[in-house]
T-cell receptor, first 110, second 113 residues
Framework: SQQGEEDPQALSIQEGENATMNCSYK?????LQWYRQNSGRGLVHLIL?????REKHSGRLRVTLDTSKKSSSLLITASRAADTASYFC??????????FGTGTRLQVFP | NAGVTQTPKFRVLKTGQSMTLLCAQD?????MYWYRQDPGMGLRLIHY???????AKGEVPDGYNVSRLKKQNFLLGLESAAPSQTSVYFC????????????FGSGTRLTVV
């Protein structure tokens, strides 16, 4: 069963706009990670946020974590066409295994 | 610096045939994983290994077997392929333990007819 569910399932925006994706999960976690997948490729790690952190930044990426609501959001600022991809959240709980959500497909139009 | 390499990249099997997918990593990672990705289902863990000589079942292990005879290699076997095993298979590796990211291969697209 999936631990995380991303919302929305699909998102279309224009270049320069911000893209926000949300992830909800069910059980307690130690950390939450976001991955990106370009069409036909493997997943690439973007950012990790630990359960005792509330916000983290990496370049144009901003991740927030609210453990009381069991949710996280990924914000991509000033989107570019090259950001077009699927984005997955993954949670790590007591077991050393990541459980992935179903993903958000982001389309950025030039 | 290859990272995680999966072979083959594409394969078409007939129902009942068997095959082995190979995953090799050159990062000295302890843990390795096999996932399958189906439309609308995200990634689901098939089997994983926390070290050479060890394997364990994931969320969807039925119909698959694995072996980790060498630290750098993790093999996924399909004994008798079924159309339900049509999927994209991804291998990943990590240092293991909490808070480590995974490095993924580029995937194997398998079609069972």
């Amino acid at each position: 069963s999936q631990q995380g569910e991303e919302d929305p399932q699909a998102l279309s925006i224009q270049e320069g706009e911000n893209a926000t994706m949300n992830c909800s999960y069910k059980t307690s976690i130690n950390n939450l990670q976001w991955y990106r997948q370009n069409s036909g490729r493997g997943l690439v790690h973007l950012i990790l946020i630990r359960s005792n952190e509330r916000e983290k930044h990496s370049g144009r990426l901003r991740v927030t974590l609210d453990t009381s609501k069991k949710s996280s959001s990924l914000l991509i600022t000033a989107s570019r066409a090259a950001d077009t991809a699927s984005y997955f959240c993954a949670t790590e709980g007591m077991t050393d295994k990541l459980i992935f959500g179903t993903g958000t497909r982001l389309q950025v139009f030039p | 610096n290859a990272g995680v390499t999966q072979t083959p990249k594409f394969r078409v099997l007939k129902t009942g045939q068997s095959m082995t997918l190979l995953c090799a990593q050159d990062m000295n990672h302890e843990y390795m994983y096999w996932y399958r990705q189906d439309p609308g289902m995200g990634l689901r863990l098939i089997h994983y290994s926390v070290g050479e000589g060890t394997t364990a079942k994931g969320e969807v292990p039925d119909g698959y077997n694995v072996s980790r005879l060498k630290k750098q290699n993790f093999l996924l076997g399909l004994e008798s392929a079924a159309p339900s095993q049509t999927s994209v298979y991804f291998c990943a590796s990590s240092y293991g333990g909490q808070g480590n990211s995974y490095t993924f291969g580029s995937g194997t697209r398998l079609t069972v007819v």
